[in-house]
């Protein structure tokens, strides 16, 4: 079974300080990872994607690793804000259009 | 409308009464997708349409659960005699292209919570 697997849960970081969040797939055959930023009731949004060849990508402050032999992705946060306070999805795309997504971690910045 | 817009944002139903989601895409989009999502949990894949076309309702929990895009835009996802475990943020995204364009963007709607007394 597809399955995603995000680590931690929940994180609580001084704002400021960087972050990384963890990303384990199993889901085969493999298309791309995105990780996306959903905030309290609202729908989420993509931040990054990557796909088989490509090991790291960056976007503003938020930059996604991928090692497509080990099937894992980090989402690392630099200087965090308080804006960033969010629940964290990785999401794996395999076959026709089957996304399967990951739990989440939220993210918690605190002044 | 700029993004994906979704009605009701909030639904309180008794357990046994029908509800009906409404999902209005991205303008142009193709591809429209359902999502449910438990408190707590990643959104859960539901149906897939490409225009009217439903090509994929393998997720749909059960046949309470029905879903139609009759004109390839709006859609509407209707669950018949919900229940306490129904209660949940259902989800609604698009994206510009059908199938075969893996790396397409999905757009998200702010979802409609609902939930089932």
């Known amino acids: 079974k597809n399955q995603v697997e995000q680590s931690p849960q929940s994180l609580i970081i001084l704002e400021g300080k960087n972050c990384t969040l963890q990303c384990n797939y199993t889901v085969s055959p493999f298309s791309n990872l995105r990780w996306y930023k959903q905030d309290t009731g609202r729908g989420p949004v993509s931040l990054t994607i990557?796909?088989?060849?490509?090991n790291t990508k960056s976007n503003g402050r938020y930059t996604a690793t991928l090692d497509a032999d080990t099937k894992q992705s980090s989402l690392h946060i630099t200087a965090s804000q308080l804006s960033d306070s969010a629940s964290y999805i990785c999401?794996?795309?395999?076959?026709?259009?089957?996304?399967?997504f990951g739990t989440g971690t939220k993210l918690q910045v605190i002044p | 409308g700029a993004g994906v817009s979704q009605s009701p944002r909030y639904k309180v139903a008794k357990r046994g009464q029908d509800v009906a989601l409404r999902c209005d895409p991205i303008?142009?989009?193709?591809?429209l997708f359902w999502y449910q999502q438990a408190l707590g949990q990643g959104p859960e894949f539901l149906t897939y349409f490409q225009n009217e076309a439903q090509l994929d309702k393998s997720g749909l929990p059960s046949d309470r659960f029905f879903a139609e895009r009759p004109e390839g835009s709006v859609s509407t996802l209707k669950i018949q005699r919900t229940q306490q475990e129904d209660s949940a943020v259902y989800l609604c995204a698009s994206s510009l292209w059908g199938t075969g364009r893996g790396e397409e963007t999905q757009y998200f709607g702010p979802g409609t919570r609902l939930l089932v007394l």
């Open positions: 303008s142009g989009h193709v591809s």
């Open positions: 990557m796909t088989f060849s490509e």
């Open positions: 999401v794996v795309k395999g076959g026709y259009q089957k996304v399967t």
